[in-house]
């Protein structure tokens, strides 16, 4: 674990490659440092985790709901002026508790964030779903598509999850759906 995370650091953060910033920034603000640090570096994408955290810095609507419709809106065109792919993540809410029970309208505040997104991909833990038979539990990962225009909504893959580690990985050499 020590060389693996030794190699980590060395390899990806270190060296640049990967940049970790945890901000607290309204989302007018996040999107003015994203538009500059593309500007001013070579970033390939950007993740936030996750967008029920955002808020605007003058909320000028009535509801959570409507706010998350703006930073929806302003996300996408962030995304479109600069061409970076902007990869959130977002939580199912409280109706999603069997892996049957996900769907693109279950997002918490899930109207215009399923609405606005280009791709959506629904992601389950395995490892502690309520099953009776403790034996039948599986350390993976199970990734459906819910939404997308260029990949088949409903094509699904299972990972091997390894959560001692925080390592998920293919089942197997042959080439995975996603």
């Not at 490659?17 to 390939?44: A, W």
């Not at 992601?123 to 403790?134: C, S």
Request: with cysteine; charged share 25%; glycine share 6%.
């Amino acid at each position: 674990f020590s060389n693996l995370k030794a190699s980590f650091f060395s390899e990806l953060i270190e060296s640049g490659r990967l940049n970790i910033h945890y901000v607290d920034h309204p989302t007018e603000d996040l999107i003015y440092l994203i538009k500059r640090l593309h500007k001013s570096s070579e970033i390939g994408a950007v993740f936030i985790d996750y967008i029920q955290l955002l808020d605007l810095k003058h909320n000028r609507t009535n509801s959570r709901q409507e706010e998350v419709k703006q930073i929806c809106i302003e996300l996408k065109k962030c995304a479109v002026d600069t061409g970076l792919p902007l990869i959130l993540g977002a939580q199912f809410n409280r109706t999603v508790k069997t892996i049957e029970d996900i769907h693109p309208t279950a997002i918490g505040e899930a109207g215009d964030i399923e609405r606005i997104a280009g791709l959506i991909v629904g992601f389950w833990n395995r490892t502690h779903e309520k099953i009776e038979d403790k034996s039948l539990l599986k350390s993976e990962i199970y990734a459906t598509i819910l939404k997308g225009r260029d990949i088949p909504i409903g094509a699904e893959e299972s990972f091997d999850w390894n959560g001692n580690h925080g390592k998920i990985s293919n089942k197997s050499q042959a080439r995975s759906m996603f």
